[in-house]
């Protein structure tokens, strides 16, 4: 490809204790809680909303916010998931007596919580805001480059967080990552949508519920229903009496770090709504009248680039219930790998880890310090689904309340680094637990 060179001058906007590069799930967790820590903050988010997946993608559910005995998402997550019943935000078929773990939200108020969150905090931040690049010298990152419809502008700080779910502040600033498995395949993706006009007290007592749909789905495959017969349908979920979020079909073979492949994905997860609307009405009791209301204003990307840190969290570690003396957090979803194919094989395997790789209630295993430090960068944390791990964690701790633990943490260890004058591996381990559990964090080894 043909290369240019560009070179001008460009206002610095913001001069800032902590950086943070968006503001999904680990984003604006990581913001919020060093805010709460009086270090000043400024937050680049490239859409209209704070969520990521969980609003402007259109996910309705909290994945093991809980592990059955502990509320291991604590501390950030707790007030998202109080402030998500304090605003009604929760699916009419829940009581705020239930667990956490069968939270089903309506991502617009849940929008308005994150808002609220933010701007009791008094974090700085702005939509339509991208990331671009960075100024860094030896390891030390000084300036984050971003755009916005005000023009190209520059963003001081002394710590560095990258919540872009792609790891692209620590890519371009040098870190090095991997991105899918031996094959260079990646979960696929979905273009989650919107339905309204679907009678859930009918599709309930018909057997056509959440954990039933796939069910119907051998019947229409063999019908040709589908242009590509694919065997995983994770479903429609309640968000209203009769409206639901779905996760509903995949896009195999989507890169999300590249705006060229988004774009196909987007196109063709349009087109194939439309297959789930038969699929759905032809198949399936209660949902004859269903009407599609809209599509996500972002592709549903599970997994893209994991950077690679001074630890790299493993299937070892999951298996083992690991503890870590740096640890921030403990986490116990199961390993979700979305088959990157939609073939019998693919699907065997993901059913297979999917069954196997999960726990019993109250265990879980630990997240270190270390797995948010990227290698030769000496002022950047990693959080959310990009956090320093192998495929088989990252298809665990990549749900959104493991977000929220691993951003958190970062927002926490930046407080102090800022507040200090450290670089990110200078954090006293024992202060950042110890701050970490005063804020309601899940530690339990902390003592
Ligand atoms: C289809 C699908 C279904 C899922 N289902 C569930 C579920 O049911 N429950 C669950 O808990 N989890 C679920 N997940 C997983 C979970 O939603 C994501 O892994 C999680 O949201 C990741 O959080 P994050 O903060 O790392 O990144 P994201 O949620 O991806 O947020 C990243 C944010 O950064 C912004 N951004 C990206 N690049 C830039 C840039 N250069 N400049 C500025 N802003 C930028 C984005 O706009 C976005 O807001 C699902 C994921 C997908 C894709």
Known sequence: MKKISFSRKIPVKYDVDVFVAGGGPSGIAAAVVAARQGAKVFLAEGTACFGGMGTAAGLPLFCSPEDGVNVTSSGFGTDVYEGLWDEGGNSPFMSRKDPYNTLTFNGEILKRVYDNLAKKSKMGFSFHTNFMDVSVRNGIVDHTICSAKSGIFAVKAKIFIDATGDGDLCATAGATFKKGDENGYMQPGTLCSLWCDIDWKKAMKSNCGVWQQSDYLPKAIK???????????????PVGIHSAWGNVGHTFGVDGTDERSLTKALLWGRQLVMEYEKFYKKYLKGYEKMQLLGTGALLGVRETRRIMGDYVLNLEDFKKRATFADEIGRFSYPVDIHPPRPNAKSF????????????????????????????KLKNVLVVGRSISCDRYIQGSVRVMPGCFITGQAAGMAAAIASDKGLQTRQVDIRELQGRLVKMGAFLPNYK
């Open 348 to 375: 065997k395997k993901f059913e297979e880890i999917f069954k196997k790789l999960r726990y019993e209630r109250g265990e879980n295993y630990g997240i270190p310090f270390r797995s948010l430090i990227p290698r």
């Open 223 to 237: 019908d040709n229903v589908f242009t590509i017969p694919d065997p995983h349908l994770p479903g429609m979920l």
